[in-house]
């Protein structure tokens, strides 16, 4: 019996849905014919297109823009429920919010924003109050533009000048600019086609940035001394390696500018004297494969998060300036199997880890001068927590932030001698949120090869639990990513309206451990898709949701994910929604040209040098593993600029399965022909391509119409 759900009674439009030709690429890889029926859509000129996107070839818009305008026509009965989820949304932001202002010498800086404004401020006060000065107002400088990214942002040490960068395109192509923050204009100084890093030297006259090659790779740092010409702009490294990108930092001492070049491995860290920028990079300790470090600054030495020594799951060494060499490292915090170090911040007299054990996250502060350690303790079930190393070292006050999938982010700041917390902030839904009226709640979902995949869960306690409830289940699993239980004010869109939401802690992530990130990469990546079929499974088997009642999401490599189960367990999802999905697998790890390929073979294997890692891609890469059966309900969304994940994946793949899909279920696909990986830039333009998730979500379930309670008092 066939007891895949019929199609959602949406509107049919006037016209057909369009059809992408076939015209065969035939390649041939270790003795294997592929045949690449919609190859034709990747535009030959993709890298000038990520610049301009008036360079797209005419052909391959007009298909993009007819799938768009398809789209638009089948989803335009649910327009009124997509204003209506706007509506909602917008109304749990506070209009004119403003974060928790982060001292640093004579000011306090935050950022902001304003009724109405769509982009934020950048602002300060004198420390402790006073009069605000706006350094740069976002609405403004976004004034007329389709598209525009605040990149990175970092004042100079003598707070007269900030740096900022800007994408005006979503290809992540960052132009940097220098603010006179005395007159509020800026310098003739301006840096284009840049990463958007940007680190100060002590002497507020020198920044270090990043530029990309040709095929859009960060591999260059350079140097730039304000008020020379470009040209003069000193290169200070280059990686030659194109498989490893190279990243810009400061410890929070001041001492060293950071030069990061990493995979997803392996690490090696270059040490600049912020004082003397001309300086040498000197190395810290040559990469070695697999071996990860982070370092920070203490004194005369240095302190470095390692998994050097088989600590999987990372321990803390101390080593002399003078002496950084491995060999002379010593410990501080040992390794304990199963609980990760994810983040360590090093103060004037402490030292504080964030770490995860059993999937939740907890704080420990240590007492540099004596090695004394304490937690900072929580009760809830399933949270999220992250901290901030603000702007300064010589400090006892720790900032940190607190959510639930019930609770709003609440901002703390905790003395790290008194053990007293301060609660700075908590969000503010404007349209109001009573935590009492949800649930959270963890399970555990046995896998086949007998490990349990952590499940956080969100419904209102009114839902009823007898398996009626529609499922609406969010995976990543990739890159050692961890998926916090934290906070979603739009979710609660869905939520209210009868969905349970369920995230799925699958292999891929540090959830539960490094070891839960190797066993969801590479040659065990299977783990990831079977660990999310079985959530979904064991929830049904809970009475919690019923087959074919559950509409998965995920996003760029939860993007893949969803490309995979839909072809492994069709029967299982009412609907997928695949974000910037990475669906060509296979294609893009042989085009070694492409921006994250060559990066990327420590994750995914490198097909072109393994004919192994070609088989094990090839075996479940979502486009190469399309074929005739009954699909779900499938609504992909891609960006034209996006360097990431190519707007040709999700075209691809969409022409692939309307083709073979046996169904009468939908098979969607919106580009946005004017942004890129994230999306549109606007903090309530976003929200319109969440309602519009969450409207697919919902029309499919048969809830378009459901009634939302209001929050009790």
Known sequence: MDDTPSRAPLTQPSFAPPVASRRPVVTTHHHVKLVDNYGWLRAENWQDVMRDPALLDPEIRAYLEAENAYTEAVLAPTKPLQEALFSEMKARLKPDDSGVPSPDGAFDYFSDFVAGGQYPRLCRQPRGGGEIQVLLDGNVEAAGKPYWDLGAKAHSPDHKLLAYSVDEKGSELYTIRIRDLATGQDLPD?????????????????????????????????RHRLGTPETDDALVYAEEDTGFYVSLNKTLSSKFILIDVHDHQTSEVRLIDADAPTGDALLVTPRVTGHEYQVSHHGDRLILTTNSGGAEDFRICSTPITARGLDNWTELVAHKPGRLIIDTVVFANHLVRLEREDSLPRIIVRVLSDGA???????EDAYALGMSDGYEFDTTTLRFTYSSMTTPAETFDYDLVTRDRVLRKRQEIPSGHNPGDYVTRRVLAPASDGETVPVSLLYRRDTPLDGSAPLFLYGYGSYGISIPASFSSARLSLVDRGFIFAIAHIRGGKDKGYRWYKDGKHEKKLNTFTDFIAAGEHLVRQGLTQRGRIVANGGSAGGMLMGVVANLAPELFLGIIADVPFVDVLNTMLDKDLPLTPPEWPEWGNPIESERDFAIIRSYSPYDNVEAKRYPHIFAYGGLTDPRVTYWEPAKWIAKMRALNTSDNLVLLKTNMEAGHGGA?????????????????????????AAVPSPKA
């Open 681 to 705: 830039s606007g903090r309530f333009e976003r929200l319109r391509e969440v309602a519009l998730d969450y409207a697919f979500a919902l029309e499919v379930a048969g809830l378009a119409n």
């Open 190 to 222: 301006v840096l284009a086609d840049t990463r958007g890093e940007i680190v100060w030297a002590n002497d507020s006259q020198t920044i270090f940035f990043i530029r990309l090659d040709d095929n859009h790779r960060p591999l260059f740092v350079h």
């Open 373 to 379: 350690e304490h937690a900072i303790a929580f009760d």
